[in-house]
């Protein structure tokens, strides 16, 4: 399951009907898309691509009039400056986090009798599997809006070591409320379990 490739594709779906709808044929492969994971933002540089030495602005312009974002994971799109941006949706966010916390997840690792240090992977894994765990079994309200950043990071396939610490790291720097928001702690749950069995078992 590769959530954030799907949604790769359904935004080059919906740029290629637009550039088509507006009469372009010949169309870069791949479709140009960068994902900022602090805003949930794709945005493409199709409209320089096809534009050539013509007005790229206008192009991108045009293109964004020309989205159909029913049934994507984008509630929105826009042109900003030669760029099309295309806004991951918080229901998009809330649905993967949900299917993220599916599943048969790992027994979760004992955590070690001694000192709490994050900075130590195998027990920053091993207790955040727990602790989350225990969390999204909990009748905790879900939060207003979960963060972009690490919905698409989980939605992504895993890392090496220091990338899995990193987004456990920025999950704990979350606020609270959004930790326990149940969706959030079960993915993050389940991929610190399958993160410490990669690693350590």
């Known amino acids: 399951m590769n959530l954030l490739a799907d949604c790769y594709r359904s935004a080059a779906e919906r740029l290629t009907a637009a550039a088509r709808a507006v009469g372009f044929v010949r ?23 096809l534009a050539g030495r013509g007005d790229a602005g206008a192009l ?3 293109l964004a009039g020309e989205l159909s974002l029913e049934g994507t994971p984008f509630d929105r799109g826009e042109a ?13 966010l809330r649905e993967a986090a949900k299917t993220l ?26 207790y955040t599997a727990c602790r ?3 969390l999204a079994g909990r009748p905790t309200p879900p939060a207003a809006e979960l963060p972009p950043a690490v919905v698409l990071r989980l939605a992504a396939p895993p890392g090496d070591r220091e ?5 456990i790291r920025a999950y704990w720097a979350l606020p609270p409320g959004v930790r326990r928001d149940p969706a959030l702690a ?15 078992r």
Do not use: M, N, Q
């Open 186 to 200: 079960g993915a993050v749950s389940r991929r610190a379990g399958e993160d410490y069995d990669r690693f350590f």
């Open 132 to 134: 989350c765990r225990t």
């Open 60 to 62: 991108a312009r045009c």
């Open 163 to 167: 990338r899995e610490g990193r987004l």
């Open 101 to 126: 916390a599916a599943g048969t997840a790992p027994s979760p690792p004992t955590v070690a009798p001694g000192p709490r240090d994050r900075e130590d992977l195998k027990f920053l894994l091993s």
């Open 27 to 49: 169309l870069p492969e791949p479709i140009p898309l960068r994902l900022r994971e602090d805003t949930g933002t794709l945005s493409s540089g199709l409209a320089p691509a």
């Open 80 to 92: 900003r400056g030669v760029l099309v941006l295309l806004h991951i949706s918080s229901r998009w």
